[in-house]
């Protein structure tokens, strides 16, 4: 089972910045990617930032320019730099690990945090 730990979430005004964190632990075997997902009330989960094992990343339109989304392989943790916040990113934000052992792959969740942009 994996855990996975986010922090970071709060409340910010318009235009500012916050940093979200996750790290992993437990039963990590090969890990395919991890990334960020964000739901808002009323709306469907959608991918925010993902960093694929390898390096390359992924953005949402929305957030492209704004959000950046770094990982530290050795610690298994991943960062979302987000500035210029605007109202709409207001959302809950989760924590994604894809990995896969032998034929079968695994997708594990955060708890979510909440991050409220609103002056």
């Known amino acids: 089972q994996v855990q996975l730990v986010e922090s970071g979430g709060g409340l910010v005004q318009p235009g500012g910045s916050l940093r979200l964190s996750c790290a992993a632990s437990g039963s990590i075997f090969s890990i395919i990617s991890m990334g960020w997902y964000r739901q808002a009330p009323g709306k469907q989960r959608e991918l925010v930032a993902i960093?694929?094992?390898?390096?390359?990343?992924n953005y949402a339109d929305s957030v492209k320019g704004r959000f950046t989304i770094s990982r530290d392989n050795a610690e298994n943790t991943v960062w979302l730099q987000m500035n210029s916040l605007k109202s709409e990113d207001t959302a809950v934000y989760y924590c994604?690990?894809?990995?896969?052992?032998?034929?079968?792959?695994?997708?594990?969740w955060g708890q979510g945090t909440q991050v409220t942009v609103s002056s």
């Open positions: 960093i694929i094992n390898g390096g390359s990343t």
């Open positions: 994604n690990l894809k990995q896969i052992q032998g034929p079968t792959r695994y997708d594990s």
